[in-house]
T-cell receptor, first 113, second 115 residues
Framework: GENVEQHPSTLSVQEGDSAVIKCTYSDSASNYFPWYKQELGKRPQLIIDIRSNVGEKKDQRIAVTLNKTAKHFSLHITETQPEDSAVYFCAASKEAAGNKLTFGGGTRVLVKP | GAVVSQHPSWVICKSGTSVKIECRSLDFQATTMFWYRQFPKQSLMLMATSNEGSKATYEQGVEKDKFLINHASLTLSTLTVTSAHPEDSSFYIC???????????FGEGSRLTVL
């Protein structure tokens, strides 16, 4: 089955700096890669996603890049703010298989004011 | 946006009892729902895929007789933790896949504590 590795497990950045989280996946048939933000005790919130037919997607301060050949994708947060502090999860799935998500291990991001 | 409601949001029970957690899609139909388990400071681990009108598909290592899943309607799936033990204490989260759009929406989670 699919295996998703996520790095780093923790990330501390100064407010205003950028944060980058990287994920690799094992199943070349995976074609949908969402990123979730989860605050303590809350549900995961979808913040951005990318499908395998594009290499990059951007939404304001958040961007995701995908390298299908290398089977890795990354989340980039620019101009970080304290409210960006949370745990971020990457995931991978095959849309034709009903979007059964396999999650990465998570990255705890702390933005210092 | 679409809403998925889980109930209860938290529950404390005695060892040996059974606990039922509900996952409802409030404004859309969901032929497929997923149940995840999350330990503190860890990732979400898929337990099973719940399909309306048929048996759930369990992930490897998940005991189907321990974690009973019923998906009786297009808007409701239930997870019953049978004969709960302290090691079953965890955060259980469901997600529902919209039948019409294919989008996934997560419930707010249910925190189970078994004494």
């Amino acid at each position: 089955g699919e295996n998703v590795e996520q790095h780093p497990s923790t990330l501390s950045v100064q407010e205003g700096d950028s944060a980058v989280i990287k994920c690799t996946y094992s199943d070349s048939a995976s074609n949908y890669f969402p990123w979730y933000k989860q605050e303590l005790g809350k549900r995961p919130q979808l913040i951005i996603d990318i499908r395998s037919n594009v290499g990059e997607k951007k939404d304001q301060r958040i961007a995701v890049t995908l390298n299908k050949t290398a089977k890795h994708f990354s989340l980039h947060i620019t101009e970080t703010q304290p409210e960006d502090s949370a745990v971020y999860f990457c995931a991978a799935s095959k849309e034709a298989a009903g979007n059964k998500l396999t999650f990465g291990g998570g990255t705890r991001v702390l933005v210092k004011p | 946006g679409a809403v998925v409601s889980q109930h209860p949001s938290w529950v404390i029970c005695k060892s040996g009892t059974s606990v039922k957690i509900e996952c409802r899609s409030l404004d859309f139909q969901a032929t497929t729902m997923f149940w995840y388990r999350q330990f503190p400071k860890q990732s979400l681990m898929l337990m099973a895929t719940s399909n309306e009108g048929s048996k759930a598909t369990y992930e490897q290592g998940v005991e189907k007789d321990k974690f009973l899943i019923n998906h009786a309607s297009l808007t409701l799936s239930t997870l019953t933790v049978t004969s709960a033990h302290p090691e079953d204490s965890s955060f259980y989260i469901c997600s529902a896949r919209s039948t019409s759009t294919g989008e996934l929406f997560f419930g707010e989670g249910s925190r189970l504590t078994v004494l």
